[in-house]
């Protein structure tokens, strides 16, 4: 399998604290690559300097065969990585519909004067972008939930409509941040079936979880991230055996 | 059904905006004065309602952008500079160079949120104005605090909308023109906002608003996006600078104070930021209440007590902060909230 993503020597300071250190790995086309780690490791820091929300101190990605700019978030959801929040980060008082409506802006092209003439391709751009939304809504099985604000959906459809969002912005790479945080586990089990779904279309997933069992059964490769320092990278049955692994989460 | 009595209701609206000059003219041509500087309220309050009620920006100096507008229109029309453009030239001007002054502002200010930007936008619309104060000197471009007198009315062919003119038999005083003219201005307006509103452009702006960071996320850029609300915000506040000055025929920069912005601010958020036709009720309802108060309590008090008790602008104030406080209290999204409205995607269309 060819390599999507990836990451050399990362490294992120936040003045004194080394959040990253030297942190490398490749992400290959198509799999479902888990990122784990204690609490303070440093996963959510790796996602946030891969996706240009806080630059790197040094180091570099490549992504898709090409070296990624990562100076300003939008370019590097153009390149085609799409990610979700930890803490659920919605446009609240937009409904689902509309919500997923935005993430077709970066793949869209109408401007004032479009809008304000709504010429015959503004109107069909519109018609599609709907089009592609509600296809989406369907793909993450809350079609129903269309014209309710996105405050107003309950935790589990919270979560789902954030990854459609991010799904229309046509992602080569989807990276999930802690996407069963506070879930129950029959919600759990509905989104392992979501996330294996995604695979199984052609879509490469990184995922940051806590949830042991969820990673465990779902990831093709996890690396373990440790004080900022990737301890390790392999099939999941070798990481659970590893011994740095075992110390780094139950300090023996 | 449904749409029979939208469309009657709709017709019985333009048939009453079409007759209200004549109307008012019979109580007077002051209240077709006073309707004309309501619809130029409207005008700004639709354009502020841009950058704070569509893209969540804070801006508090907005009178900046109507003064850009109606310096424009004064100097290119008037014996101050010799020149006298017609105002179809004049206003698209006036609005491209607002625009540009509205990138000004945003530039510097992208950074910014809330408390910060308001204070920012704040010191823009005092840089302007006393700039509009003093550029009489070593160039004398602006005459200063004197202003600029003499400005042209409006002409559109021979007829001019400064002077009476009779068509059909039915006299038409220069305010009444000038209120068509404002009326056909003003549906282009609200045509422009509610199709803005509902766009790409719409959308990523109203996502800027709910959680900028995670429009950044997912591709929206948001520096040109930001811009864009100020540009597209300032220009509505340079046509309605234009008209400003055509219809008073003087301006001074006493005419841009930091209190208009402020009133601007509250019609848009009385109405209800963000939702158009709300921001419009906001917008007439402050510009009318205050002009029926001025011709009802002096009457009133003259009637009951034989002299004034009460000076009519005090109780002007008094209601204003009256009313301010109790929509706090019952209304805080706004008499006419964004999302009371019906969502204009169907439901069809999502469950099909």
């Known amino acids: 399998m060819s390599h999507l993503l990836e990451a050399r020597s990362i490294s992120k300071r936040f003045g004194g604290v080394r959040a990253l250190h030297e942190v490398s790995l490749t992400i290959r086309q198509g799999e479902i690559y888990g990122l784990i780690g204690p609490n303070g490791a440093g996963k959510t820091t790796f996602f946030n300097v891969l996706t240009g929300l806080c630059p790197a101190s040094s180091g570099t990605f490549s992504f898709a065969g090409a070296s990624l700019n990562i100076n300003a978030p939008h370019t590097v959801a153009q390149a085609g990585i799409a990610r979700t929040f930890q803490n659920i980060r919605l446009f609240a008082n937009m409904t689902a519909l509309e919500n997923v409506m935005v993430g077709r802006h970066l793949r869209t092209h109408a401007g004032v004067i479009g809008a304000v003439l709504r010429s015959a391709a503004t109107r069909a751009e519109e018609n599609a972008i709907q089009q592609r939304a509600v296809e989406l809504l369907h793909y993450v099985g809350i079609a129903d939930r269309a014209n309710d604000l996105a405050r107003n959906l309950s935790y589990g459809d919270q979560r789902r409509l954030e990854i459609a969002r991010a799904l229309a912005t046509d992602p080569k790479l989807l990276a999930l941040d802690e996407p069963a945080a506070g879930m129950n586990a029959t919600e759990t089990a509905a989104l392992r079936v979501l996330i294996e779904g995604l695979r199984s279309d052609g879509l490469t997933v990184m995922l940051i979880e806590h949830d042991v069992k969820l990673v465990m059964g779902l990831c093709d490769r996890v690396a373990v991230l440790d004080y900022g320092e990737k301890i390790a990278e392999d099939v999941p049955e070798n990481v659970q055996r590893d011994s740095k692994v075992i110390e780094a989460y139950l300090g023996a | 059904m449904q749409t029979n009595k939208y469309r009657a209701g709709l017709t019985v609206l333009i048939l009453s905006l079409l007759i209200l000059p004549f109307a008012l003219s019979a109580a007077g041509t002051a209240w077709v004065r006073i309707t004309n500087l309501a619809i130029l309220f409207v005008f700004l309050s639709l354009g502020l309602n841009i950058v704070v009620g569509f893209a969540g920006l804070l801006d508090l100096g907005y009178v900046a952008f109507y003064a850009v507008g109606a310096y424009v229109y004064a100097l290119l029309a008037s014996p101050h ?272």
Not at chain 2, 222 to 247: D, E, H, N, P
């Open chain 2, 81 to 352: 500079f010799g020149l006298h453009l017609p105002f179809w030239i004049i206003l698209p001007i006036g609005a491209g160079l607002a625009a540009l002054f509205g990138v000004l502002l945003g530039t510097p200010t992208l950074k910014l949120r809330g408390d910060y930007l308001a204070i920012v936008t704040l010191g823009f619309g005092e840089i302007v104005r006393i700039f509009m104060n003093n550029l009489s000197q070593p160039i004398n471009i602006t005459n200063g605090p004197r202003g600029i007198t003499l400005i042209d009315p409006v002409r559109l062919g021979s007829i001019s909308f400064g002077q009476n003119d009779q068509f059909f038999g039915l006299v038409m005083s220069g305010p009444m023109k000038y209120y068509y003219l404002l009326l056909l201005l003003l549906l282009l307006v609200i045509m422009v906002n509610l199709r803005l509103q509902n766009s790409r452009i719409g959308r990523a702006w109203e996502a800027i608003r709910e959680d900028e960071m995670a429009a950044r996320a997912i591709g929206i850029n948001t520096t040109r996006i930001k811009l864009l609300a100020f540009a597209m915000g300032a220009s509505f506040g340079g046509v309605a600078g234009g008209m400003f000055s055509a219809i008073q025929g003087f301006i001074s920069p006493e005419s841009f104070v930091l209190t208009e912005s402020v009133m601007i601010l509250s019609m848009v958020v009385l109405g209800g930021m963000g939702n158009i036709w709300g921001v419009v009720a906001g917008a007439v309802l402050l510009s009318f209440v205050p002009e029926l108060l001025r011709y009802t309590v002096v009457p009133l008090q003259m009637n009951l007590f034989n002299r004034i008790v009460i000076d009519p602008e005090v109780i002007r104030l008094l209601l204003f902060g009256l009313a301010l406080v109790l929509m706090m209290r019952f209304r805080p999204a706004g008499l006419w909230p964004l999302h009371a409205r019906q969502r204009e995607f169907d439901r069809q269309a999502a469950t099909q």
